[in-house]
């Protein structure tokens, strides 16, 4: 279905006019040979780089969870940027507004330009961060890989249940970009919720190229209508510190992106992105459409690692393979997901793919599942009663 999805809407002609950065003779200039060798090491890398003045750090939000030692402990991802790179913005610029139909020097430009820069600035492999957290520890997060992301897992010192701890990098003055995170204390027991967020909780356009690239460079992010109010009731009705995990396909280029999206329309919670095609944009829309399943199928398994013992409700849409990816998800931990609901995209006729609103396909994703355990619904209204229900034969 996705790559019959992908020819009906012509995405790889769309794909072939967009600028692969990292092609380009400057890119390559901007490493030595020893740092790129090095970067191949990724955390083993015996010659990691300190953070200078002249780099962009992410700090991303995560969510604490009790080990089997009943220590807390989180995975902590960082990414790295030169902030002296991204001369090709306005090639790329002009790129990506010629695909999606604008005039030269429209206004919408400005825009595109600020969203782009995260997929034009070099990535810097083999940085070590350090970050001061919650003024109790100071964390050692690094060296990055190729991609200039790095992933560590770190044991944190004892904090209570639905508590929010901030960390701080500790970078010289000049360093720019998410130099704060939010960590979030989840204990072992309680509900927790997996949300899916392109056409779930906002407006993408997921089946056509053009409305990828038109909501992510140039429109502002809208939430779908209903949402943000349904999962505020979520929030409220399961706990307050109830851990909630947002789960795209989207590439980490759009972490600050969504991050912005999220903290304006919905509850805090960790935003989990795919870490692949970074200076490549024709990544983006291969992201959003190719491989969805097993990749969120992995993730959801990460946080099953973490939270084993939570009730959990996944929420997504129809236009990927959410229903398929919860599916295998309940199948494979039993009790662990309680309710699954599956928002049907009733414009998806345009795309001319009408059998992913199929009764038929629901019924096959979710085979063998109680049918008290998943729900298609079209308005965010549908919802309230359901999980009401839900919640109260879990309590």
């Known amino acids: 279905m996705e790559h019959r999805t992908r020819r009906e809407r012509k995405f790889d002609e769309v794909e072939s006019g967009l600028p692969n950065i990292k092609m380009t003779p400057a890119f390559e200039r901007r490493l030595s040979i020893a740092t790129r060798l090095l970067s191949y090491l990724g955390p083993h890398n015996p010659a990691p780089h300190p953070i200078t003045a002249n780099d962009e750090v992410w700090l991303f939000d995560n969510t604490a969870y009790r080990s089997v030692d009943n220590q807390w402990r989180a995975e902590?991802?960082?990414?790295?940027f030169d902030q002296r790179t991204g001369q090709e913005v306005s090639s790329a610029v002009a790129d990506v507004a010629e695909n999606i139909g604008l005039a030269k020097d429209d206004a919408a430009e400005a825009t595109i330009q600020e969203r782009l820069m995260p997929f034009v600035?070099?990535?810097?492999?083999g940085r070590v961060v350090r970050?001061?957290?919650?003024?109790?520890?100071?964390?050692?997060l690094g060296p990055g890989g190729?991609?200039?992301?790095?992933?560590?897992?770190r044991g944190l010192p004892e904090f209570r249940n639905g508590e929010i701890v901030s960390s701080v990098a500790k970078v010289p003055t000049g360093t720019t970009g998410i130099l704060k995170m939010n960590t979030v204390f989840a204990e072992s027991e309680g509900w927790g919720l997996i949300s899916d967020v392109d056409d779930t909780i906002k407006v993408t356009m997921t089946s056509d190229p053009i409305g990828i690239l038109r909501s992510t460079f140039v429109s502002e992010a809208t939430p779908v209508q209903g949402m943000p109010e349904l999962y505020s009731f979520i929030q409220t009705t399961l706990s307050p510190s109830a851990p909630f995990f947002y789960l795209s396909a989207?590439?980490?280029?759009?972490y600050m992106f969504l991050r912005n999206f999220?903290?304006?329309f919905y509850p805090e919670g960790t935003i989990i992105l795919r870490d692949a095609n970074w200076m490549n944009l024709s990544g983006l829309?291969?992201?959003?459409?190719?491989?969805?399943?097993?990749?969120?199928v992995d993730r959801m398994e990460k946080i099953n690692s973490w939270l084993p013992k939570r009730?959990?409700?996944?929420i997504g849409d129809s236009t990927q393979t959410d229903p398929e990816a919860y599916g295998e998800i309940y199948r494979n931990h039993d009790g662990w997901v309680r309710l699954i609901l599956i928002r049907k995209v009733t414009d998806i006729a345009a795309v001319g793919l009408q059998e992913k609103n199929d009764p038929e396909r629901f019924e096959t994703a979710f085979k063998g599942i109680p049918s008290d355990a998943w729900h298609v619904f079209e308005t965010a209204e549908e919802c309230y009663q359901i999980i009401k229900d839900v919640v109260a034969r879990n309590p």
């Open 121 to 125: 600035q070099a990535v810097l492999p």
């Open 262 to 264: 999220r903290e304006k």
């Open 285 to 296: 829309l291969s992201n959003l459409t190719l491989g969805t399943e097993a990749y969120k």
């Open 250 to 254: 989207s590439p980490y280029n759009l």
């Open 146 to 153: 190729r991609n200039g992301i790095s992933s560590d897992n």
């Open 131 to 140: 970050t001061d957290f919650g003024g109790r520890k100071e964390l050692k």
């Open 76 to 80: 902590f991802v960082t990414a790295e």
């Open 311 to 314: 009730k959990m409700i996944c």
